[in-house]
């Protein structure tokens, strides 16, 4: 098994036909902290995520979640062990409210047949109650309670992506998987998402595995960083020692 870490994956192999779109990667994520992967556009990251979340298989190598092997869990059983992702495009129900977003995120919903209900309506509401309140406290953490009642077609793409971030705390997971939770939103709001991610880890005791395309908004919280390139590790370490790192910088320059 790979080097001690609440998530770590060994010798990952993953091939779209010809492409090896994941080349051999190893790595691990230690408890309670906020590790990055950086790396251009088409070098692997989602697809690393999908194959940690369970999404793909991989050809080769395996993924360790607490000291289990997960690389033959399905999706569903990955997010129940807690650990829990969100995807690169939010997925939100326009129409209902963000507090409603949120309360959906919640994990099982016991009586929730309509006989369920009928018969035990008392405790339904209580149960109902008790999510409301847990999203409400949710919505506080991030500072976007004063959005609750707002529908989610009208606010920000920023408060956007928190809102997901927001229900995949419902579930209370462990660990968070967030494919650029910042993309496409402005610096200022970059930055202030990721100033709520540090809060999360520091609040909720969570570890974090962050995609971010911009090594300077994920620089200032990162503990650690890995640079993947064509599906390849090509770099890691705190983010100092990878923003200063040859082939790094040769990377991202070639790209622009
Ligand atoms: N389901 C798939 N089928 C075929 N090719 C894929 C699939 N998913 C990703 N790829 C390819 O794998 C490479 C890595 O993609 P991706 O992981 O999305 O990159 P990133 O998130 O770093 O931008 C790209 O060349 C992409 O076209
Ligand atoms: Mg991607």
Redesign the pocket.
Known sequence: MAEEGLLSTENLVKT??T?R??DDVTLSVKPNTITGLI??????????F?IISGI?SPDKGHVYFDGIDIDDLEPHEIWSKGLVRTF?IPRLFQRLTVLDNVMLGSQGNPGESFLGIFRNWGAWRRHEEEIAMKAMEILRLLEIDHLALSPASDISGGQMKLLEIGRALMSRPRMLLL?EPAAGVNPTLARRIFERIAHLRERLGLTFFI?EHRIDILSEHADKIYV?HE?RIIAEGKPEEVVNDPKVVGVYLGEG
């Open positions: 779209f036909g492409l779109a994941i790396g251009p556009n088409g070098s692997g990251k989602t697809t690393l999908n793909y690169q494919d995609i993947l599906g």
